[in-house]
């Protein structure tokens, strides 16, 4: 969980989850836990490691060039509650965890996961692990490292990350000896498994394209800026984070919040005497940390595909938890208010 919320924390990518999750879940069948232990494993790490991001650029970089301030400050802030959130995450999957591996009925998604641990049963006991599939997982290991580095130093978008993984499972397969026939059922069979999620991010999307079409996303954002307006002054930025977090089910992308909220909440917060930095935490927190309560999220949606766990499942496993790190963020934004965090 470490390594995966610092790589969404400095480079902001929580749709790796994607990538990560086939590898994470049969390990955690395995090792005696569950489904929802895998999935909570990755979402919790990627999204709340983005959510609570140090360096990320697609909040706290654009929000900080539309607030005109110094690039990535008030970094020691962030680190504090990044790492707070981190082991709130890890208590909340551990002690989960652990309570599965004691008594694997007790697990969210039982009738999953026993269908599940019955398949890999069956593999295990046909096939043996050849030298192909060890050097298959080397090189695995170093195209990840690879794709990693390019993302970093290329600043790669979402079809050329795609087009990267692509590259990689195909090499994988033609080491390990599939033949061309076989690469396309696996793809096909992948395919049939993820057009679900497929079709509610698009369907998700089009409520966020009606609404910018009729031009009634400005209409919205207006009045929820003047009700955060009339808010009295220690609540001002609290009012901030819960506006973000519910329009977060309208605007899913981060950035793309920030281009819209951030030009109307900066120069209300200066009217009420609210530092700049405090009004970039609130949208960059708010909008994270719904993005795996709404199905309007597309990693969300496909993670929760790949994991087998439903959409009400995972709610009632991750709300409390969700309720404690809005908790936290709240609390986190009372103590930025009363000290006027700056840009430094």
Same mark, same amino acid.
């Given at each position: 969980?470490?390594? &995966? ?14 990538? /990560? ?28 490691g983005f959510a609570f991001g ?22 020691? /802030?962030?680190?504090?509650? /990044? ?8 208590? /909340? ?57 390019s993302i970093l130093k290329f ?7 795609s087009g990267l993984f692509v590259?990689?499972? #195909? ?24 057009? #679900? ?40 930025? #609290? ?7 519910? @329009? ?22 200066? !009217? ?21 309560? @709404?199905?309007?999220?597309?990693? @969300? ?15 009632? @496993?991750?709300?409390?938890? &969700? ?9 986190? !934004? ?11």
């Amino acid at each position: 969980m470490g390594i &995966f919320s610092l790589i969404a924390a400095f480079i902001g990518t929580p749709e790796l989850g994607i990538a /990560y999750l086939p590898i994470v879940l049969p390990l955690m069948l395995k090792l005696g836990y569950d489904t929802m232990t895998a999935t909570g494993l990755v979402l919790c790490a990627t999204t709340l490691g983005f959510a609570f991001g140090i360096t990320q650029p697609a909040t706290v970089g654009i929000g900080h060039m539309l607030a005109d301030l110094p690039m990535f400050s008030g970094a020691w /802030y962030r680190a504090i509650f /990044y790492f707070l959130i981190q082991c709130m995450c890890a208590w /909340y999957i551990m002690r989960y965890a652990a309570r599965v591996k004691a008594d694997p009925a007790s697990g969210s998604n039982f009738e999953v996961d026993q269908e599940l641990r019955q398949m890999l049963t069956a593999d295990s006991s046909e096939e043996s692990f050849t030298s192909r599939q060890r050097f298959a997982g080397i090189a695995t290991l170093i195209m990840f490292v690879g794709v990693i580095a390019s993302i970093l130093k290329f600043a790669l978008g979402f079809d050329e990350i795609s087009g990267l993984f692509v590259v990689m499972a #195909v090499i994988t397969s033609l080491l390990v000896g599939f033949s061309p026939n076989k690469i396309c059922a696996n793809f096909n069979e992948s395919f049939r498994e993820i057009l #679900v999620g497929a079709m509610i991010c698009g369907i998700a999307r089009g409520v966020s394209v009606i609404l910018e079409s009729g031009n009634i996303m400005d209409t919205i954002v207006f009045h929820l800026a003047e009700w955060v307006g009339h808010l009295p002054q220690a609540f001002t930025a #609290v009012g901030m984070l819960f506006v973000q977090t519910m @329009f977060n089910f309208l605007v899913p992308s981060g950035s793309g919040q920030s281009l819209i909220t951030l030009p109307i909440l900066i120069p209300l917060a200066d !009217l009420v005497g609210l530092t700049r930095q405090v009004v970039v935490l609130s949208t960059h927190w708010g909008d994270g940390i719904t993005n795996i309560l @709404f199905p309007t999220t597309g990693y @969300f949606v496909a993670i929760l595909v790949i994991g087998r766990v439903s959409l009400a499942k995972w709610i009632k @496993f991750y709300f409390p938890l &969700f309720l404690g790190i809005l908790a936290t963020a709240t609390i986190g !934004l009372v103590i930025a208010q009363m000290i006027e965090l700056g840009p430094f």
